[in-house]
């Protein structure tokens, strides 16, 4: 079966302001899944936001965005969804999903070499 990440949720808000990003997946289960949200700006390398391990679903999330951004998993839906608050103008970025199976073993969460299997991305675009 093909396994499909779909990001939505993105767009354009002023500094302060807040989005929910949404991923959906197909054709695998998240619970079973690392899965992580990452961004990447014009320039820049792609940079791990937060992440979520699987079953436990414990959190991990990057310096720049803790206390601001909360990762969650939706296992009904089988979504993964990124709640961002306090947005700041370097936020701007486009914003994938990812995930790689639990099979895998994995050393660090944050690191876009940990995963197989991206999203579209979806662009977030924070104005002063």
């Known amino acids: 079966q093909v396994q499909l990440l779909m990001e939505s949720g993105g767009g354009s808000v002023q500094a302060g302001g807040s989005l929910v990003l949404s991923c959906l997946a197909s054709g695998f289960t998240i619970e079973s899944s690392y899965m992580a949200w990452f961004r990447q700006a014009p320039g820049k390398e792609r940079e791990g936001v937060a992440g979520i391990s699987p079953t436990s679903g414990y959190t991990y999330y990057g310096d720049s965005v803790k206390g601001r951004f909360t990762v969650s998993r939706d296992n009904t839906k089988n979504t993964l969804s990124l709640q961002m608050n306090s947005l700041k103008t370097e936020d701007t970025a486009m914003y994938y999903c990812?995930?790689?199976?639990?099979?895998?073993?994995?050393?660090?969460?944050?690191?876009?070499?940990?995963?197989?299997?991206w999203g579209q991305g979806t662009q977030v675009t924070v104005s002063s």
């Open positions: 990812a995930a790689v199976s639990s099979h895998q073993i994995v050393y660090n969460i944050l690191r876009p070499g940990e995963y197989n299997l």
